[in-house]
């Protein structure tokens, strides 16, 4: 650092087209003073900073190595910025080398100011800026090998869909499925809404192109075990359950099956306790939900022992009952959690019978019943079954209305002569599926009563149900009689994410679905590399699903397939002054830190946001975000010669967070409204970022107030920046206290993007507070 | 509502502001239909601000106390916490319905208040006093019943 300040050699251009600054401030004197400073080569005004002349001059002045950065002063349009890039880059200037100081946003050039005080304050503005391009250096993105391929957790419809979109563009994928067969819940329905059409149509057509592809290994009946490495690196460690099948040498003939003696019930989440006797599945069958390869599988728990029929029976000798669960290690650049969802389980609803009267069903058993409808009078749909409800799942599901909509329209063709009765509190149908909605109430012999029941009780011995409820649109009692009773329920996280959560570390939201930032980057899971998609991330429908899974795979893409670049403001930690008290580690919200060979915190880079958290925290300064260290900051700091400033005014230092309250500045700035001219504001990448030895040093210096300004609790970019900056001030309290200085001189505001009226107002009552505080006792 | 801010909190009303007027309450309730009224309909006046329709109502008396309705709620709103918090205030503002003497429930706060508890012979006889001349003889013959089989103490 000391041999970069000594060799600095900074060309300082201020941009003033039009004059307006000439205007505002005694320019010229700002031009005499800052030509004197140290490491200030040359100095002066442009007029038209892209003039072909002036340009060359600072290409022969960098060649001659007269010069070695540029500070700019001013306002540039985001051309002029990339064009200067450009330009000088051809003569070797480093794009870290160019300083930006913008001096309109801190308010020069605001009408009403006075001449003097506009003068004085450009000239700090620009003698900060000079301090830390005295410190910057040059700096190269890093290239980091990366491997090839993804690796998707859950052959679901998300899963399948994401898998193809990746093979079509040529890159690898390992397609993850704890089932004997792929699918997932949407295999299982028996019609999509809204074009009422079968869902392994959809399904059988994506999966046929993984079939043919060389680029995709689907493995069936594995889990996930364990996670090392890191993105564009991970080892996972797979375990395959045994399929006592052999996969190459089984065709799907079903002879096995023929002679198994053995029936086994159903999916017990999908099985219709009337069907019971129906089921045909055999211990050994093919596989559920849907094939990918044809190879049966034998479920050997359900196995009489010593039975060996279908060895016997198999024209291929395929069925190999001595197999063993196996493990294999696959090495992926990045991970897709596509895990889905579970049905809640309605046996909790007590009060409305399921698990209790076998005509009690669920809707997703339901779709059983659309297969083949045994003859029914009167069946009732009860919406909002353990959803919405505090006592179950407490949000709603967003597709079961549509669901049993489409089951009541598909029935009611089909059983002409019944009745049907949906208890409903809301009708759900957003967008185009308003549609099914009018379809259905259109229909002869469907009521709809919005009111739901509060108990279902057995009539009589018939095995039929009775409810009541409150017609609330009448405002009267309702008692309905009931064949069979549909309940819709909800959607909750499925058992898979739940495991995936755990063995990843991935933190879930309140409702137990992958948490992730909703609005901006609801594909991620606040684990670099690792993305989640479809319904594991909240319930929606297929069409959804798809969308989020495809999502999820872009943003996968820039983690495999040979390098992938890393920004270089990345921290450092200067291992000759940690001393491994792992605060650091602590406070990364991303997991980005692991211990070195020799026990050192180190980020990781591909995990790392580079949001400056750790240079914030460490209680030694030991840790620096390149091109943001803590020396530019503190030179920066220093540059602000308070003295020059007439004490009666108080001094605001801010620190804006670049996000949310820097723009909030920035939009104050350029409005009408009046900001006290003695305020310097620094942006920083978060407001976690900010080193409490900063703060202690900046009051050192006489400034008379510090404001510390970042995103609003719950909308941090980097989940929790102001509130560990908020946590730290304690330790700062007690240390300035010490020091003799009022703790109330930092303060600390949450600022949206647009809320310059807040800023505004804010900054005005602190310099009250501070005038009525008195002057900085250090402030000379 | 704002008229109703105030009021709530001196009686202790639970909120009710959360109610989605679903109709499980009322679904559940064994007396909901026997008047006009339902327990959502109560909940519903709440939320409008009608508070001397919904003290008015007969329904605050037929209440058994049952619990259904708060224990089927998937809001949380205590609606049987709301119904008796009105029978306070109605009892305490002197909105009475017309024609109702509210004996047993006044006989039953009064003794309370009196003894800090309650003593069912006398409370039976208390009613039945209030009730002159109406039915003396029945309510009579019930206690000889409950007596019997150590129903009253």
Redesign the interface.
């Known amino acids: 650092m000391e041999k970069t300040k000594a060799l600095s050699k900074i060309g300082l251009f201020i941009f003033d087209p039009g004059g307006g600054f000439a205007q505002a401030v005694d320019l010229e004197t700002v031009v005499q003073k800052l030509s004197k400073a140290k490491n200030v080569s040359r100095c002066e005004v442009v007029a038209d900073i892209l003039a072909t002349g002036f340009l060359l001059s600072v290409k022969e002045d960098l060649r001659a190595g007269n010069l070695n950065r540029i500070l700019w002063v001013g306002r540039f349009s985001p051309y002029q910025e990339k064009r200067i890039h450009a330009d000088l880059s051809a003569e070797g200037l480093n794009p870290y080398l160019h300083e930006w100081c913008d001096v309109k946003e801190q308010g020069i050039g605001k009408k009403g100011l006075d001449r003097i005080v506009q003068t004085q304050k450009i000239t700090i503005l620009i003698q900060m800026a000079v301090a830390r391009a005295r410190l910057i250096e040059a700096l190269e993105p890093l290239s980091l090998p990366a491997a090839d391929a993804v690796l998707i957790i859950g052959a679901g419809v998300a899963g399948i869909h994401a898998s193809s979109s990746l093979i079509k563009l040529g890159k690898r994928v390992y397609l993850i499925e704890k089932e004997s067969g792929v699918g997932g819940k949407v295999a299982s329905l028996h019609r999509l809404y809204p074009r009422i059409c079968d869902p392994r149509c959809g399904l059988e057509f994506e999966i046929e192109k993984l079939r043919r592809s060389d680029k995709v290994e689907v493995h069936t009946l594995s889990r996930v075990k364990a996670l090392d490495g890191s993105p564009r690196n991970f080892e996972v460690k797979i375990e395959k359950a045994p399929r006592y099948v052999s996969e190459e040498r089984c065709n799907g003939c079903g002879k096995c099956a023929e002679v198994c003696p053995v029936t086994i019930p159903d999916d017990p989440r999908l099985h219709f306790p009337q069907n019971q006797d129906q089921s045909r599945k055999k211990a050994i069958h093919s596989p559920t939900p849907m094939a990918f390869s044809s190879a049966f599988v034998v479920e050997r728990q359900h196995c009489p022992p010593q039975c060996r029929e279908c060895v016997k029976a198999c024209p291929a000798q395929a069925v190999e009952l001595q197999q063993t669960p196996s493990e294999m290690t696959l090495r992926a650049g990045a991970i897709i959690a596509t895990t889905g969802w579970d049905p809640y389980p309605l046996s909790k609803v007590e009060?409305y019978g399921y698990g209790l009267y076998p005509n009690v069903i669920s809707n997703l058993e339901a779709e059983r019943l659309l297969e083949n409808p045994p003859e029914l009078k009167e069946v009732g749909f009860i919406q909002?079954a353990g959803s919405?409800?505090?006592?179950?799942l407490n949000y709603c599901s967003s597709v079961c209305c549509s669901a049993s909509l489409k089951q009541a329209l598909y029935l009611k063709e089909r059983l002409p002569d019944s009745r049907f009765y949906i208890f409903y509190?809301?009708i759900r149908t957003p967008g185009f599926d308003e549609e099914l909605y009018r379809q259905v109430k259109s229909l002869d012999n469907v009521i709809f009563i919005?009111?739901?029941?509060?108990?279902v009780k057995p009539d009589g011995e018939n095995g039929r149900l009775k409810i009541?409820?409150?017609?609330?649109l009448s405002?009267?009692?309702v008692n309905i009689g009931l064949d069979l009773l549909v309940l819709a329920g909800g959607m909750a996280p499925s058992e898979g994410s739940g495991e995936i959560a755990e063995r990843f570390n991935l933190p879930l939201n309140n409702y137990g679905f992958f948490e992730s930032h909703l609005q901006c980057h609801p594909e991620e899971s606040q684990r670099a590399g690792i993305y989640v998609g479809g319904a594991c991330r909240g319930p929606m429908n297929v069409a959804q699903s798809i969308e989020s899974s495809h999502r999820a795979m872009v943003e996968a893409m820039q983690f495999i397939d040979g390098t992938f670049l890393v920004e270089p403001t990345y921290p450092l930690v200067d291992k000759t002054k940690c001393d491994k008290c792992k605060r650091c580690m602590e406070d990364c919200s991303f997991s980005a830190y692991y211990f070195d060979a020799e026990g050192f915190p180190t980020p990781d880079l591909a995990r790392c946001r580079q949001c400056g958290n750790c240079m914030g925290t460490c209680p030694i300064t030991a840790i620096s975000l390149r091109h943001f260290t803590i020396k530019q900051t503190a030179a920066q700091i220093q540059a602000i010669k308070v003295s020059s400033l007439p004490k009666e005014e108080p001094v605001i230092l801010a620190f804006l967070c670049k996000n949310d309250a820097y723009h909030a500045a920035r939009e104050a700035a350029d409005s009408d409204v009046v900001i006290p001219p003695n305020v310097f504001f620094i942006k920083v990448p978060c407001a976690g970022s900010l080193n409490n030895a900063l703060l202690a040093d900046a009051l050192s210096f006489g400034i008379d107030g510090i404001l510390i300004a970042g995103c609003k609790d719950g909308q941090c970019h980097y989940v929790r920046g102001t509130q560990l900056v908020k946590t730290r001030s304690v330790d700062l309290s007690d240390k300035l206290k010490k020091m003799m200085i009022e703790p109330e001189r930092i303060r600390f505001e949450n600022i949206e993007i647009r809320d310059s009226k807040k800023y505004t107002e804010l900054i005005n009552s602190y310099m009250k507070d501070l005038k009525a505080m008195g002057p900085n006792p250090f402030r000379v | 509502m704002m008229r109703l801010d105030a009021e709530r909190h001196s009686y202790d009303i639970p909120e009710y502001s959360i109610c989605?007027?679903?109709?499980?309450?009322?679904?559940?309730?064994p007396v909901?239909?026997e008047s006009e009224h339902?327990p959502?309909?109560i909940v519903r006046f709440l939320q409008w601000g009608w508070l001397k329709e919904a003290c008015e109502s007969p329904f605050l008396w037929l209440c058994a106390s049952c619990q259904?309705c708060t224990a089927?709620c998937?809001?949380?709103v205590d609606i049987a916490g709301i119904v008796c918090a009105l029978r306070r205030m109605t009892q305490e503002r002197g909105w009475v319905m017309p024609g109702e003497k509210l004996s047993s429930y006044r006989a039953f706060i009064d003794m309370i208040k009196k003894k800090g508890r309650i003593s069912e012979l006398s409370l039976g006889l208390k009613v039945a006093l209030c009730k002159l001349p109406a039915h003396p003889v029945d309510d009579a013959v019930l206690a000889w019943k409950l007596l019997r089989r150590g129903r009253l103490k």
């Open positions: 009060e909002c919405r409800d505090e006592r179950h509190q809301d919005r009111g739901l029941p509060s108990t009541r409820a409150e017609d609330t405002g009267k009692e | 989605v007027q679903c109709g499980r309450c009322s679904a559940g309730c909901a239909f339902s959502r309909k259904t089927r998937p809001r949380g």
